[in-house]
């Protein structure tokens, strides 16, 4: 793995995704401030936030498991993503341009969580 979680283009992804979605939600009503706004941001900031804590983990498992934290928080925000779509607040070409970022980004994840579990030996014969 690279030395900083600054340097993973799985980081730097869920990072532009984290501005993508701040601006997106800029236009909810301000009802939603507290609902749906909000739990589409901190969903969104958990994805790279988990990606960091998992880079900084002694161990396979660890890094593992965070990973798959900031997976569950995508799929979460997918979720609100098309929760806000259904609910008129973000027009269908928004939405899908949110979710297809986020699409990309899990198979980021899929790809680095998978390549973490697969041990050594069998990395070692692939290649």
Not at 4 to 27: F, I, K, P
Not at 55 to 70: E, I, M, V
């Amino acid at each position: 793995m690279s030395a900083s979680y600054r340097d993973l283009r799985v980081w730097q992804n869920a990072m532009d995704l984290v501005v993508s979605v701040y601006h997106e939600t800029q236009g909810f009503p301000k009802e939603e401030a507290y609902g749906l706004t909000s739990q589409m941001r901190r969903a969104s900031v958990s994805i790279p936030s988990n990606i960091a804590e998992g880079k900084g983990r002694s161990t396979d498992c660890d890094r593992a498991l965070f990973f798959c934290h900031a997976r569950g928080s995508l799929l979460e925000l997918e979720t609100q993503i098309l929760i806000a779509q259904r609910l008129k607040y973000l027009p269908q070409p928004r939405a899908e341009n949110l979710i297809r970022a986020s699409n990309e980004l899990g198979r980021m994840l899929n790809s680095l969580i998978q390549s973490i579990r697969t041990p050594q030996s069998a990395k070692a014969s692939v290649a």
